[in-house]
């Protein structure tokens, strides 16, 4: 049973335009969220993240909201720009702690390209 | 600051053959992890360690086993190799368990083949 889900395997986007990656949760206990962005032969990087106490979190161009009730979260990135092509995953985890077995539960992934 | 480096990158194996995926890390970060990510899935932890000593399972640790003798190094072991394990396999650290103050940092990966 997938806790973190992340529906659309890709998205092609403007260079230039918003990009929006959304991510769905089943578990009611995740109270931490990240997005990490991954490039072909490399491991996932730590792009943004956001707790549970608070619905919006920004970061330069990369903004991720969190609607608790809706048990959603989306990645906003704004303007677009071609490095931004990549997979993103979103992961979450329980009581702010990534660490042990509970570890971090990840998204699929989408695999994001920015067209010139 | 080379954070956290995995060797090999590739490798093809036998079925019933075994092998070490060697994980080191220099930025003395205390937790330590295993995920393998199958092709179209997300990453799933294997093993991870909270330091010296110190290993526990995460949620796929059937056909692997870990070892945690110094702070830097982690390696993962598969006994006897399975096409099931097919896979990358990506080892992270992070300097506590606390993701909301530092996240985990991830190798590269290593690409395994069981045939």
């Known amino acids: 049973d997938q806790q973190v889900k992340q529906n659309s395997p890709s998205l092609s986007v403007q260079e230039g335009r918003i990009s929006i990656l959304n991510c769905d949760y089943t578990?009611?206990?995740?109270?931490?969220f990240l997005w990490y962005k991954k490039y072909p032969a490399e491991g996932p990087t730590f792009l943004i993240s956001?707790?549970?106490?608070?619905d919006k979190n920004e970061d330069g161009r990369f903004t991720v909201f969190l609607n608790k009730s809706a048990k959603h979260l989306s990645l906003h990135i704004v303007p677009s720009q071609p490095g931004d092509s990549a997979v993103y995953f979103c992961?979450?985890?329980?009581?702010?702690?990534?660490?042990?077995?509970?570890?971090?539960?990840f998204g699929k992934g989408t695999h994001l390209i920015i067209q010139p | 600051n080379a954070g956290v480096t995995q060797t090999p990158k590739f490798r093809i194996l036998k079925i019933g053959q075994s092998m070490t995926l060697q994980c080191t890390q220099d930025?003395?970060?205390?937790?330590m992890y295993w995920y393998r990510q199958d092709p179209g899935m997300g990453l799933k932890l294997i093993y991870y360690?909270?330091?010296?000593?110190?290993?526990d399972k995460g949620e796929v640790p059937n056909g692997y086993n870990v070892s945690r003798s110094t702070t830097e190094d982690f390696p993962l072991r598969l006994e006897l190799a399975a096409p099931s394990q097919t896979s990358v396999y990506f080892c992270?650290?992070?300097?506590?368990?606390?993701?909301?103050?530092?996240?985990?940092?991830f190798g590269d990966g290593t690409r395994l083949s069981i045939l």
């Open positions: 930025m003395n970060h205390n937790y």
């Open positions: 992270a650290s992070s300097y506590s368990g606390q993701v909301s103050n530092q996240p985990q940092h």
């Open positions: 992961a979450a985890c329980q009581g702010k702690t990534g660490g042990g077995a509970d570890g971090l539960t």
């Open positions: 578990n009611s206990m995740f109270d931490y």
């Open positions: 360690s909270v330091g010296a000593g110190i290993t």
């Open positions: 956001i707790s549970s106490i608070k």
